[in-house]
């Protein structure tokens, strides 16, 4: 289909994920949305916008469903959109990035007498979004949220957040609900060991900084998402590390984190 002339939907799949454990179930349903949005009627540039979430509809017990789904629509698209239906948010969101769109750039384009190809192009935008779930296990729904936003320039901005939902109470778990007192530097010396031994071409804590990464900069971030197996921490681009290196993940096994975790029998 013509650039430009894409009409986007929400699509809603009828058929969702499913991830199960000792008979509890998660479901999800899928919701995407597609569209290319011309700055003005004739114009070539325009927004682009992808959407493709999974969205949890049941869980193991739904008390925290709704708890749980409004978290992820705050996240996804802001506070305005939590009290929404997940079909009106993303038909709210996406309306506001084309307004906004426009609002920005066409006033440049207005300014203009003569048509410059180069300007043109440096009108596109891009906005996608992905939402899954990563995992579950022990009524411990991790997910993830991934943007990536071009709004001109040499590249994009892209980046993961995870989100940790203790489905007992349906609030948002942190490192300061896992770890016990004062975990910081221990949890750190376990992120730069295990940096090392899952990188072959990095022996030593010291050879880090030669290979790019700012060792000060490597600590918990409290950005993870959890196995049946182990904690992984993840660093978005520029997090630790050029932009070149892109983004940085590092798991840490349970076993390694015995003496940290406030109940290491929950992991």
């Known amino acids: 289909m ?84 997940i079909a009106r948010a993303i038909e709210a969101f996406t309306a506001m990035l084309k307004t906004e769109y426009r609002r920005s750039n066409l006033p440049i384009v207005s300014e203009r007498t003569e048509s410059d190809p180069l300007l043109d192009a440096i009108m596109n935008e891009e906005q996608i979004i992905t939402s899954m779930v990563m995992d579950y296990h022990n009524q411990i729904l991790s997910y993830a949220v991934e943007r990536y936003v071009y709004t001109g320039g040499a590249h994009g901005s892209n980046y993961r957040i995870f989100y940790n939902y203790d489905l007992t109470t349906g609030d948002l778990l942190h490192e300061e609900n896992l770890f016990v007192a004062d975990y910081e530097e221990p949890l750190t010396q376990l992120l730069l060991a295990n940096l090392v031994a899952q990188n072959e071409d990095i022996e030593l804590i010291e050879d880090l900084k030669a290979y790019g990464y700012n060792v000060d900069d490597i600590h918990p971030n409290d950005n993870f998402f959890l196995t049946d197996s182990s904690i992984v921490y993840v660093f978005n681009p520029y997090d630790i590390a050029p932009y070149a290196l892109g983004e940085t993940e590092i798991a840490i096994d349970y076993n390694q984190l015995a003496e940290l975790l406030q109940e290491p029998e929950r992991l």
């Open 2 to 85: 013509k650039k430009g002339l894409f009409l986007g939907i929400i699509v809603m799949s009828l058929v969702g994920c499913q991830f199960r454990q000792s008979g509890d179930e998660v479901k999800t349903r899928e919701y995407t949305y597609d569209e290319y949005y011309p700055l003005s009627e004739g114009r070539v540039d325009s927004l682009h916008i992808s959407i493709a979430i999974e969205y949890p509809t049941q869980l193991p017990d739904n008390t925290h469903l709704e708890a749980v789904q409004q978290s992820i629509k705050q996240e996804l698209f802001g506070d305005a959109y939590r009290e929404m239906d």
